[in-house]
């Protein structure tokens, strides 16, 4: 135990399964004191995630946007700076992916990645924004990107009114050609609606991966993320690596709404409320640790229970929205890590 | 149309909008600054809403048309224990302000629909029956112009929300409570130095601003929405956040800016009504109170600088 305290690269890892583990019994305490069964709610849970092929098709395509929602929120996090936008980069990529997906005659080894590198670029371009203000006029991003997600909210269903409207609330579909929807992958899995979008995640997650630990880039953009006066002394461009790191965060999170629009929906549903996507995001990259590889994960872990509360839902009666519960839990302890560092300290104490 | 009658349908649709986001901005201004960021409002503001209604709903067969004021009370006390776990986790624990605050977001909006499904085993609540209702004021309202215009068809909570918003002016810019809080989130160190307890004020920051936002939200539920559903409270705490930055943290600044953001979001309802306005999308007028949010960070509107030690744990001893 003294051991783990002192290394601080274990106990960064373990602290999101101590979290995770934490926010589960909590959960089960609740549906206790709910007087449901927690075991058949976690038993229709778990069905709900991996029970059939069908399932696992839903928890995979439910992780393809949440992963790089994460790699969004986890990017920036390694700059040191909080994007809590990514709703609204999502939301802008996903408009972006749309209407190229729809508007443009290409084919489709041409189209798939034209759309996906529109999203991302308008992404990008929506991180940019806080990252500018940030760099040149020291504008804390977390407001910013708060009140950006709202302007894309309302900016993005308007323009879908105005120019892609196909009614009853819904844009045109995008080209046949543009879509990341797979028969062959639907069929594997039974019926359920897995795309191609989860190769692109994954991709992606390789990309942070190169940039964060393969380029001067990335070893830029951890040390302005460390000390940024310290970075400055040492010669780097802290304004230039500030506004790099959101725009790269931006992309990301911008290809996440190109998985909606090219992948799940085909097409973008004028939307009154937020998808919630970005924000789940905050909590994936939290659990995931900032790491391409732990994002993954926790993205699979938060898709999968969120495409399972029904299932519990049906199974056990318990309401779907205890999995949001379970997701606060678990930000909770992680940010938290204190305390978990307080009850292992203590604990070793005594083992003495 | 004249000139009066328009400001006759502006001004009372605006004071109506304006007040739970004018509640919610001041504990804003309470948790910020005492030196803890509060991105928990929206989800302060909606178990608010929540207990709010549930509460009107459980007294109103016994306790009539007093039952929504009690609930506010209850809103109030509820939020304000809710905001406990922000304080626990981003005062004592060290948690990272943000972080938490959107955890308290998630939970707010998780248990409280979680409890809706249990309680009503449906999504959504029934209506209350008493509403907090727009009201004429008595004598006032009969003051040729001036009745008409600032004291018919307005509930009596957007006058307690510009009440409370003076009073709060002076509790931290008049008393020496106020001062102390202040101290504790420019430089708590120096404060501590001076012998207050930075910790208990920064705890009692963030319960104000849960105890306002409580109100907050249950006065939108009670005298815009009436019920209760996952939708109720969707932007309003952002909203009210954003009123508190751009009034620059200032309890009469983020008053101003609250009523502000009520007046432009109004317009997107009542603007149908107004010639001229009829022109503008609507869509114009509800990003307005974003965009200028940001304009004024960046300092074209005059900026606005947040309080020093905003967003920092204080560790006692550390350099």
Redesign the interface.
Known sequence: MQKLLKNEKLFNTIVPVIAAVLGMVVGAI?MLL?NYDPVAGFSALFNGMFGSPKAVGETIRAASPLILAGLAVGFAFKAGL?N?GVEGQLLVGWLASVWVGYAFDLPTVLHIPVAILAAALAGGFWGLIPGF?KAR?K??E???T???N??AL??T??LIKKYLYAGNEKSYKVDGTASLASPFLSSLTEGSRLHWGIVVAIIAAIIMWFIIEKTSLGYELRAVGINQHASMYAGMNVPRNIMMSMVISGAFAGTAGAMEGLGTFQNMTVL??FTGTG?DG??VA?LGANNAFGIIIAAVLFGGLSTAAPQMNFDANV?S?????I???I??F??????IRLILTRFSKEGK | MSFLEILAIIIPAALYTAAPLVFTALGGVFSERSGVVNIGLEGLMLFGAFTGVLTTLMIQDTVGAASPWIAILAAALASGLFSLLHAVASITLRADQTVSGVAINFLAAGLSLFLIKKIFDKGQTDFVQFRINKSDVPFLSDIPVIGDIFFSRIPYTSYLAILIAILVWYIIYKTPFGLRMRAVGEHPMAADTMGINVTRMRYIGVMISGVFAGIGGAVYALSISGNFTGGTISGQGFLALAAMIFGKWHPLGAMGAALFFGFAQSLSITGAQIPLLKEIPSVFLIIAPYVLTILALTGFVGRAEAPKALGTPYEKGKR
């Open positions: 609740i709910g909080f809590i203000l006029f504008v804390h977390v407001i910013v708060i009140m950006l709202y302007v309302y900016t269903a308007a009154s409320a924000f905050i909590a939290l309401p929205e205890l999995i949001d519960i997701i606060a839990l930000i909770f992680v940010a938290s890590s204190y305390l």
